[in-house]
């Protein structure tokens, strides 16, 4: 009985490790690929649920301190081996990771990594500027050990004092509904979600439906609950979750940018989990049996250390490569053979061997034994303690690390850009309520007093191209023309974007002092209908509408669709392709917008790719977002455009 119970669950996580991995490698096409971690939620509140269930009734009591110590011993040693081999290779290899490391080294021991990604601003989303990080997936360790630490807490309480079973399931269910409607109150939409996606309160419900089918649902009481007949419903149930499961998990429906995920999408999702697994524990029907096979218990029982390096071999992987976009089936192959072999040889060194604390100690001193007796015992720990003390030195070291000075400049440039930006359009907004008052007035006045009008609704800088005052003069090496930069003076501009127009847009307000600029990092093109929508509510969307977006992920053609109705016909929609090579989409989002072009006469496709993919003296490290020389050639390559296909000049 206890093997069946095994091998099916480690099915339902095998299913859980492929969405995963699918989801990392290749997020246009599995957008919700990531719901693999409510899989692990549920099936964490359910066996550690029914456990403690297990025990109150058949003893009466539940063994906490037994219960951290099979936790520590079977958790903490692939984990710790895990942060220090990953700190020993940004020791030697990639050291602009070094900052902050004794922090998330200490977070990830202490189980509050969450929280500090919460309060350290560190989007599960945004992989560009200071974010590539390959720690940032183990925010669920982090729920997990919160979990076991208070859990069992939890449960002495509900038994204590709600005591029916009834009565307990009703208070999971009810906590779990809570923390759902968290979730959907906290989410605001074209804000960051980290808060809500790294919240163990906004996380529970997962947790919290398997822990309510725990008491429903206890494992040592299914034999002989259900007939043959019963076997049949469960098989039809089975179907119906699994395909609802596998419609969510692979579909853009749930894309965490947007927002259904957050509005009762990923609760239906751990719904359809719970009902599943309580399926695949039952003793009748087909499911146990059907996941149960050599792939899918090769898979699950490998899930833990899948799970752990599948971000540190990424992240790792593609810093190495700068033209993943020209070779994504091959690198994607590569990255999952090597995430495979790196979880076998560690399942092998700390799941199928129990390190005790004698053994090491025997290990270490024969290690320094002299003379050196050479055997693959000595060998494999003096492997170990060279890992460790590199890792270590690392962690110990770190706080003298400053963040990488390229990387530095870049997140600073961004934020102090933030700051500005609600100054710099309000004061833009000013200008093009000024020049529209202007006009309207001129337009009845004789041509003489009409003249007058318009040379004094001028910028105090800008005048007629043959005889006036030349403005910013220093951008004309970036190869943009004084009639150009006069005649951008007026252009009117609703700007759209991501972290690289965010880095650039003080330059571009510089450049075009009537334009509305609304760009931050992690954005994605879903979003864009609902800001431009909200621009002509309140009657600021202009006649040229500028959108950089794609950076982040591909867009469809409906989004597109979406768009270009709210900008109508008579506005001009400008549109910035991309430069993000160590990404799958880049060729897809450029292709796409260039066939666009053929469908709506008023899409313009401005062609940064093809200006700057070959400079790379104009990017930072990420090879996507332009320092400060490509901040430069970024803006005035843009304004020239504009200008050039609105006609302005």
């Given at each position: 009985?206890?093997?069946?119970?095994?091998?099916?669950?480690?099915?339902?996580?095998?299913?859980?490790?492929?969405?995963?991995?699918?989801?990392?490698?290749?997020?246009?096409?599995?957008?919700?690929?990531?719901?693999?971690?409510?899989?692990?939620?549920?099936?964490?509140?359910?066996?550690?649920?029914?456990?403690?269930?297990?025990?109150?009734?058949?003893?009466?009591?539940?063994?906490?301190?037994?219960?951290?110590?099979?936790?520590?011993?079977?958790?903490?040693?692939?984990?710790?081996?895990?942060?220090?081999?990953?700190?020993?290779?940004?020791?030697?290899?990639?050291?602009?990771?070094?900052?902050?490391?004794?922090?998330?080294?200490?977070?990830?021991?202490?189980?509050?990594?969450?929280?500090?990604?919460?309060?350290?601003?560190?989007?599960?989303?945004?992989?560009?500027?200071?974010?590539?990080?390959?720690?940032?997936?183990?925010?669920?360790?982090?729920?997990?050990?919160?979990?076991?630490?208070?859990?069992?807490?939890?449960?002495?309480?509900?038994?204590?004092?709600?005591?029916?079973?009834?009565?307990?399931?009703?208070?999971?269910?009810?906590?779990?509904?809570?923390?759902?409607?968290?979730?959907?109150?906290?989410?605001?939409?074209?804000?960051?979600?980290?808060?809500?996606?790294?919240?163990?309160?906004?996380?529970?419900?997962?947790?919290?439906?398997?822990?309510?089918?725990?008491?429903?649902?206890?494992?040592?009481?299914?034999?002989?609950?259900?007939?043959?007949?019963?076997?049949?419903?469960?098989?039809?149930?089975g179907l119906a979750t699994l395909f609802g499961m596998l419609l969510l998990m692979f579909s853009p429906l749930m894309n965490a940018q947007t927002a259904f995920p957050y509005y009762g999408g990923m609760f239906i999702f751990s719904f359809f989990v719970t009902v599943f697994a309580a399926v695949i524990a039952s003793p009748v029907g087909i499911w146990n049996r059907l996941m149960t096979n050599p792939v899918f218990n090769w898979l699950g029982s490998r899930s833990y250390e899948i799970y752990l390096y599948q971000f540190p071999v990424m992240i790792f992987f593609e810093s190495r490569v700068s033209d993943l976009a020209d070779h994504v089936t091959l690198y994607r192959v590569i990255e999952i053979v090597l995430i495979l072999l790196i979880s076998e040889i560690t399942y092998r060194l700390f799941e199928k061997r129990r390190y005790t604390s004698e053994g090491i100690r025997y290990n270490l001193t024969k290690l320094f034994q002299w003379p050196v007796k050479l055997s693959k015992n000595w060998l494999k720990t003096a492997a170990f303690f060279l890992v460790f003390l590199i890792g270590s030195s690392g962690i110990i070291f770190s706080p003298l690390a400053k963040a990488d000075n390229k990387d530095g400049a870049l997140i600073k440039t961004?934020?102090?850009?933030?700051?500005?930006?609600?100054?710099?359009?309000?004061?833009?907004?000013?200008?093009?309520?000024?020049?529209?008052?202007?006009?309207?007035?001129?337009?009845?006045?004789?041509?003489?007093?009409?003249?007058?009008?318009?040379?004094?609704?001028?910028?105090?800088?800008?005048?007629?191209?043959?005889?006036?005052?030349?403005?910013?003069?220093?951008?004309?090496?970036?190869?943009?023309?004084?009639?150009?930069?006069?005649?951008?003076?007026?252009?009117?501009?609703?700007?759209?974007?991501?972290?690289?127009?965010?880095?650039?847009?003080?330059?571009?307000?510089?450049?075009?002092?009537?334009?509305?600029?609304?760009?931050?990092?992690?954005?994605?093109?879903?979003?864009?209908?609902?800001?431009?929508?909200?621009?002509?509510?309140?009657?600021?969307?202009?006649?040229?509408?500028?959108?950089?977006?794609?950076?982040?992920?591909p867009f469809t053609d409906d989004e597109v669709k979406q768009i270009m109705q709210i900008v109508g016909p008579k506005r001009q929609l400008f549109w910035i392709n991309v430069v993000v090579p160590t990404r799958s989409w880049q060729n897809q989002v450029n292709q796409q917008l260039q066939t666009l072009t053929k469908k709506y006469k008023n899409l313009t496709v401005i062609d940064w790719y093809g200006y700057a993919h070959s400079q790379s003296s104009w990017f930072y490290d990420d090879k996507t977002h332009p320092n400060n020389v490509g901040q430069n050639y970024y803006s005035t390559y843009i304004v020239k455009e504009m200008v050039r296909a609105s006609g302005s000049n």
């Amino acid at each position: 009985m206890k093997k069946r119970y095994i091998t099916g669950y480690a099915g339902l996580r095998a299913l859980a490790v492929i969405g995963v991995i699918l989801y990392h490698l290749d997020p246009d096409h599995f957008g919700g690929g990531y719901l693999g971690v409510p899989v692990f939620l549920v099936l964490t509140g359910y066996l550690i649920t029914d456990q403690i269930m297990a025990a109150y009734r058949n003893q009466g009591y539940f063994d906490i301190k037994s219960f951290y110590h099979r936790r520590f011993k079977r958790l903490y040693p692939p984990l710790i081996a895990m942060l220090w081999l990953t700190s020993a290779y940004i020791v030697l290899f990639q050291r602009n990771l070094l900052n902050k490391l004794y922090q998330i080294v200490a977070c990830n021991l202490l189980g509050v990594y969450n929280w500090w990604q919460i309060f350290n601003g560190q989007s599960y989303f945004e992989r560009f500027a200071n974010n590539e990080s390959p720690f940032t997936h183990l925010w669920t360790m982090a729920i997990d050990w919160q979990f076991y630490l208070l859990w069992p807490l939890v449960m002495a309480l509900l038994v204590k004092f709600a005591q029916k079973r009834r009565n307990i399931f009703w208070v999971l269910v009810g906590l779990s509904v809570l923390s759902a409607l968290e979730m959907a109150l906290l989410f605001r939409p074209g804000q960051d979600t980290s808060r809500i996606y790294y919240g163990t309160d906004t996380r529970f419900f997962s947790l919290g439906l398997g822990s309510a089918m725990a008491v429903l649902w206890p494992f040592e009481e299914l034999d002989n609950r259900f007939t043959q007949k019963d076997g049949v419903i469960l098989n039809w149930t089975g179907l119906a979750t699994l395909f609802g499961m596998l419609l969510l998990m692979f579909s853009p429906l749930m894309n965490a940018q947007t927002a259904f995920p957050y509005y009762g999408g990923m609760f239906i999702f751990s719904f359809f989990v719970t009902v599943f697994a309580a399926v695949i524990a039952s003793p009748v029907g087909i499911w146990n049996r059907l996941m149960t096979n050599p792939v899918f218990n090769w898979l699950g029982s490998r899930s833990y250390e899948i799970y752990l390096y599948q971000f540190p071999v990424m992240i790792f992987f593609e810093s190495r490569v700068s033209d993943l976009a020209d070779h994504v089936t091959l690198y994607r192959v590569i990255e999952i053979v090597l995430i495979l072999l790196i979880s076998e040889i560690t399942y092998r060194l700390f799941e199928k061997r129990r390190y005790t604390s004698e053994g090491i100690r025997y290990n270490l001193t024969k290690l320094f034994q002299w003379p050196v007796k050479l055997s693959k015992n000595w060998l494999k720990t003096a492997a170990f303690f060279l890992v460790f003390l590199i890792g270590s030195s690392g962690i110990i070291f770190s706080p003298l690390a400053k963040a990488d000075n390229k990387d530095g400049a870049l997140i600073k440039t961004i934020n102090d850009n933030s700051k500005q930006q609600a100054e710099m359009n309000k004061k833009a907004l000013e200008l093009i309520k000024s020049s529209r008052k202007a006009a309207k007035k001129s337009s009845s006045k004789k041509s003489k007093q009409t003249s007058k009008a318009k040379t004094k609704t001028k910028s105090k800088t800008t005048k007629s191209k043959s005889g006036g005052k030349k403005v910013n003069q220093e951008f004309e090496k970036y190869g943009i023309s004084q009639a150009d930069l006069q005649a951008a003076q007026k252009l009117q501009v609703t700007a759209i974007g991501d972290s690289v127009m965010a880095s650039s847009s003080d330059i571009l307000h510089q450049l075009l002092p009537h334009a509305v600029i609304d760009a931050t990092v992690s954005r994605q093109a879903d979003v864009a209908p609902q800001l431009l929508q909200s621009y002509a509510q309140k009657g600021e969307l202009q006649d040229n509408v500028l959108i950089g977006l794609g950076t982040n992920g591909p867009f469809t053609d409906d989004e597109v669709k979406q768009i270009m109705q709210i900008v109508g016909p008579k506005r001009q929609l400008f549109w910035i392709n991309v430069v993000v090579p160590t990404r799958s989409w880049q060729n897809q989002v450029n292709q796409q917008l260039q066939t666009l072009t053929k469908k709506y006469k008023n899409l313009t496709v401005i062609d940064w790719y093809g200006y700057a993919h070959s400079q790379s003296s104009w990017f930072y490290d990420d090879k996507t977002h332009p320092n400060n020389v490509g901040q430069n050639y970024y803006s005035t390559y843009i304004v020239k455009e504009m200008v050039r296909a609105s006609g302005s000049n």
